[in-house]
């Protein structure tokens, strides 16, 4: 069974850095896509970033260009996102999704499993 767990989340002043992880237990974790997601309260979920199955390729919404970068490991199953400069404004929950065989991709449409969000909340 698929399952996604993302750990990292947690409380940090603005200018901060988190790490966050998504372990996956999928068979064949090499071939697929990884999309971070974040959602803040009273907004919509929105793509931070991606990377595609060969780790070639990597997309970043504008607002946290610069400021974050996105990896994976395939020996381990696991992806990453380093957060760096954080702001107030990146406070939301975060969430890793996967799809096989799909370029990189910021639209959460594009997905079809989840893990169940950290929360990250960038504050003074």
């Known amino acids: 069974q698929l399952q996604l767990v993302e750990s990292g989340g947690g409380l940090v002043q603005p200018g901060g850095s988190l790490r966050l992880s998504c372990a996956a237990s999928v068979f064949r974790f090499e071939v697929y896509t990884i999309g971070w997601f974040r959602q803040a309260p009273g907004k919509e979920r929105e793509g931070v970033s991606c990377i595609a199955s060969s780790g070639g390729s990597t997309n970043y919404a504008d607002s946290v260009k610069g400021r974050f970068t996105i990896s994976r490991d395939n020996a381990r199953s696991t992806v990453y996102l380093q957060m760096n400069s954080l702001k107030p404004e990146d406070t939301a929950v975060y969430y890793c999704?996967?799809?096989?065989?799909?370029?990189?991709?910021?639209?959460?449409?594009?997905?079809?499993?989840w893990g169940q969000g950290t929360q990250v909340t960038v504050s003074s």
């Open positions: 999704a996967i799809v096989a065989f799909r370029r990189c991709t910021l639209s959460p449409r594009d997905f079809n499993s």
